[in-house]
């Protein structure tokens, strides 16, 4: 073993999962940069080091120094301190402020920091608030290394030390070795393996009930991500048994004192189907068996009661509506108003191309010229911006329609204090999952009229359930489905093949001769081909052919989120080429960059940024530590240790880019991705695009997709209850 000291220029590799680190060290007593590779935890460019390893010479990278043991000491150096301070590790100092402190301070500089803070007021710019600020990120980063040391020795990431310290403050080690499972709940990005993991390593016993009772609420919050609103028993048992390397017994005694504390609700699902299945129960959390009740009786109290509309001639009104629009309607659309006007709850479904936002402003100039109070909402920004611009009426996503505070409790609107509205029109309605129906029904106000709109062919909602397909499969309310293509849209080959598409017919994939069109299909077998093939289109054929924008106009989508043409790869080799270039900070394995586009993974409330919302980064501030994010207008400021909040999304999944539409899309289709491909997925994609869409990929893999028709069953009881 041999032994050798440096500060870290940068890191070049890391993983959240294994924390298998690449960095390059600035070695004592050398010129070059010395290439460290290890097991490395809570390393920071800047911070000087002490590492115990042996050379080896990599095949590929040459040679290398293998870390066994590290620890972080104190920099030695006047150039070491300022690159140490200068790294974005205290916030209120960046590389600027580490110069201007460090030429005042030299070598005594971390001292003064530690132990006479106030002295900075020398330096020039450092006022009593930034001093304020320094003392405090000096005390929270030595607590967070504490945390971080802790944690590392039970095989936890650095990545999420400062969440944990964020969380839980001074008290985070005592926490953590109380009960590690509260991670779980309570850190976003820490799961139950990880906090298990920890758990093992502090000797929990592997049979104890806190344990298997934890092991199965993860069990089913899984299976909640994969839409499910509950998880029937026998399944569930045998699930959690094999994950937890537990008995049966053991899991079966959690499941009933999960029940007893009231964190699961067991049902009989006898007492809903037909016939009689012995143990056939239903295993739901709290909080989508309350969603789902009350789901079903909300919609079912609204066709109960009288509408307000009152009687009129609809044919009268057809015909002024039809003047007032300029336009004819179809027979379909005309049904759609007559239904309208005479029941509580209407569907109304169609494909692209159908009329349905025509149907839409019909219905609202019908509703307004009664004098009737209106309001319509969307599942997400985006959609609701293009509800008001076909429209010319305002519409707000259903979280605003709603009033949701999250510092007052959540939704404001509910059944105690109900929209002010007669008749409200929601689009998008296949994307609304279980809790947020819920939620949008409770403030419906009883009297109203409810019209839910939406494309029944495209992917259910990213969220639990299929509210939309139960509500129609129940038969209890009224369904107008649009199928008659419109002239102009028929014109379109996007429309025509992703009809095509949805009857299970291949789509028309002829080039005409000489002319632009707005779907192609490119031919691609091997993966790297394929990846080539994309990154050429959005780089220069795409651009240079159609005028579009390479970020902001194109958009990949793909099945898959691993592999050559998963979400991961695309998006670190489209970032690669159109931001290229050094600059912007790293968290794991994504760096993030001025200029990227960026996608929102989960609900932040506090920042009123959901789940799926696409922004282009404007700023990052390593002084303050802080990424600014603008969305469609509005800014959103990120802390550097909520940054796993954000991916790059120059590609992404298409579950998450439902609701949303892009003048360009490019969709991957290839055999590597046979496990998703089908007919809902493809359909939706294409969908997505406005003025092109181009497939890349095999011809047999477009097939299989379109072939297979078997979406994956979600387990849910709302059409039952209906």
């Given amino acids: 073993m041999q032994i050798i000291y440096g500060y870290l220029e940068r890191i070049t590799y890391y993983s959240e999962e294994t924390s298998f680190t690449v960095a390059r060290l600035q070695e004592k007593g050398k010129t070059g940069l010395t290439t460290i590779v290890g097991n490395m935890t809570g390393i920071n460019p800047g911070e000087s080091l002490r590492l115990t390893g042996k050379w080896v010479n990599n095949a590929k990278f040459g040679e290398q120094f293998q870390v066994e043991k590290y620890e972080t000491v104190v920099p030695a150096t006047v150039n070491g301190i300022e690159k140490y301070l200068g790294s974005g590790l205290i916030k209120g100092i960046g590389p600027v402020m580490a110069k201007r402190i460090v030429k ?64 839980y403050g001074s008290d985070s080690i005592e926490i953590v070795k109380n009960n590690p499972y509260r991670l779980a709940a309570d850190i976003y990005g820490i799961g139950f393996i990880t906090a298990d993991h920890i758990a093992q390593n502090m000797g929990i016993d592997p049979n104890s009930v806190l344990r298997v009772k934890e092991g199965i609420i993860y069990v089913l919050n899984e299976t909640t991500n994969e839409g499910h609103v509950f998880f029937p028993y026998e399944p569930l048992v045998a699930k959690a048994s094999e994950m937890l390397k537990v008995d049966r017994d053991v899991v079966v005694q959690a499941i009933a004192l999960l029940f007893e504390e009231k964190r699961v609700i067991l049902e009989d699902m006898n007492d809903l189907k037909e016939g009689f299945t012995p143990n056939n129960k239903a295993v739901y959390l709290v909080p989508f068996y309350v969603a789902e009740t009350g789901a079903a009786a909300r919609l079912l ?85 293009r509800m008001q611009e076909a429209t010319g009426f305002d519409a707000r996503t259903i979280h605003r329609l709603l009033e949701y505070a999250p510092r007052r409790g959540g939704f404001q609107k509910n059944q105690d204090y109900p929209l002010d509205a007669d008749v409200i029109i929601v689009d998008e309605a296949s994307m609304i999952d279980i809790i947020l129906m819920h939620h949008l029904l409770k403030a419906v106000p009883t009297h109203a009229t409810l019209i839910l709109v939406g494309d029944i062919n495209q992917l259910p909602s990213v969220g639990p359930g299929s509210v939309l397909r139960d509500i129609i499969d129940s038969g209890k309310f009224k369904v107008v489905e649009l199928t008659e293509i419109f002239r102009q849209a028929g014109q379109s080959r996007i429309v025509v093949n992703a009809h095509l598409v949805n009857q299970g017919r291949f789509p028309d994939i002829s080039l005409p001769s000489g002319e632009l069109t707005d779907f192609y299909f490119i031919e691609g077998e091997e993966p790297l081909n394929v990846l080539h093939k994309i990154l050429m289109l959005c780089g220069e054929r ?85 990424l600014k994010v603008n969305f469609d207008g509005r800014v959103a400021t990120y802390e550097f240790s909520e940054l796993d909040e954000l991916v790059t999304a120059y590609a992404v999944s298409i579950h998450k880019s439902q609701g949303s539409e892009y003048r360009s899309v490019i969709i991957p289709v290839t055999t590597q991705h046979f496990m998703m491909l089908q007919r809902n997925l493809i359909y939706t994609a294409i969908t997505r695009g406005k003025a092109l869409v181009v497939l890349v990929g095999s011809r047999r893999a477009l097939a299989m997709a379109v072939k297979n028709n078997k979406p994956l069953n979600r387990y849910t009881s709302l059409k039952d209850r209906l």
């Fill in 104 to 167: 005042v301070f030299g070598l005594n500089t971390l001292d003064v920091i530690e132990n006479s803070p106030h002295d900075l007021s020398r330096v020039e710019g450092i006022g009593s608030k930034r001093i304020d600020m320094i003392a405090r990120a000096w005390l929270d980063q030595k607590e967070v290394k504490e945390i971080m040391l802790f944690l590392q020795s039970h095989g936890v990431s650095a990545g999420y030390s400062a969440k944990i310290f964020k969380e």
């Fill in 542 to 626: 795409i651009p240079k052919r159609f005028g579009f924008h390479p970020v902001d106009d194109i958009q990949v989508l793909t099945p898959m989120h691993r592999g050559e043409l998963g979400v991961a790869n695309l998006n670190a080799k489209l970032q690669e080429l159109l931001n290229p270039g050094e600059g912007g900070i790293t968290r794991g394995q994504r760096r993030y960059k001025v200029n990227d586009k960026v996608m929102q993974l989960i609900n932040n409330y506090d920042k009123e940024v959901f789940n799926g919302d696409v922004g282009k980064i404007i700023a990052i501030d390593r002084e303050n530590q802080e």
């Fill in 301 to 385: 109290k609204l066709i109960a009661e009288q509408p307000v509309i009152r009687s009129i001639d609809t044919n009268k009104a057809i015909t002024w509506v039809e003047e007032k629009l300029q336009t004819k309607l179809a027979e379909k659309q005309i049904e759609a108003i007559n239904l309208s006007v005479k029941h509580k709850v209407l569907v109304i479904t169609g494909g692209p191309g159908t009329g349905k936002t025509t149907i839409i402003k019909a219905i609202m100039r019908v509703f307004m010229a009664l004098q009737l109070k209106v309001l319509m909402a969307a599942p997400t920004g985006r959609a609701a911006k």
